[in-house]
């Protein structure tokens, strides 16, 4: 695997990690090089900027930022990078992931956050579309996404009958 790693994956909460901890073991099966932290909006505003204002030049290709409630972390960060951000609204206790969904998903013009389903679906995925977006450079990963694929379909196709476990 390379060492340098191509995804930032961030967090608003360490609370987030259960969610989140889907996304790292998607890239981990892919190959994917990836860092994780917790980077907050709001508890930790200056990290942030130094954050996602850096991440470009440190190398980081992709950026995968989950958060929930008042989920401004995805927005925020992509506000101060062009690297593509991929939003993972965290299942909130409150409301189910519907502050954080909405949160995360209505960015005005201009600034563009690519935002994925609530919760654990939205984890796997992002790591997915990362390992989309890097397959364009790094064929390794392209290779790697497509034979995940084929063993998801193949997985499904050989157990067809819903009533035998
Ligand atoms: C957000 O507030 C985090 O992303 C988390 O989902 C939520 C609650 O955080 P904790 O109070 O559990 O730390 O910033």
Redesign the pocket.
């Known amino acids: 695997m390379n060492a340098q790693p191509l995804v930032g994956l961030i ?6 990690w259960s969610t989140l901890e889907h996304a790292a073991t998607t890239l981990d099966a892919l190959g994917i090089a990836h860092e994780v932290r917790v980077v ?4 930790t505003p200056d990290l942030l900027f130094e954050y996602a204002g850096s991440a470009e030049a440190r190398g980081l290709e992709v950026i995968i930022a ?8 995805p927005g925020m960060v992509s506000s101060k990078t062009v690297l593509p951000v991929l939003g993972v609204p ?1 299942q ?1 206790a409150a409301l189910n992931g519907m502050d ?1 969904l909405l949160s995360i998903v209505q960015m005005p013009g201009g600034i563009p956050v690519g935002t994925l389903a609530i919760g654990k679906a939205g984890a796997i995925n992002a790591a997915l579309l990362a390992a989309a977006i890097l397959g364009g450079k790094y064929p390794e990963i392209r290779a790697a996404l497509r034979a995940f694929r084929e063993r998801q379909t193949d997985s499904v196709l050989a157990d067809p009958d819903p009533r035998v476990t």
């Open positions: 967090m608003g909460s360490r609370s987030d907050s909006a709001h508890r989950g958060a929930g409630g008042a989920a401004h972390l965290v909130s954080s």
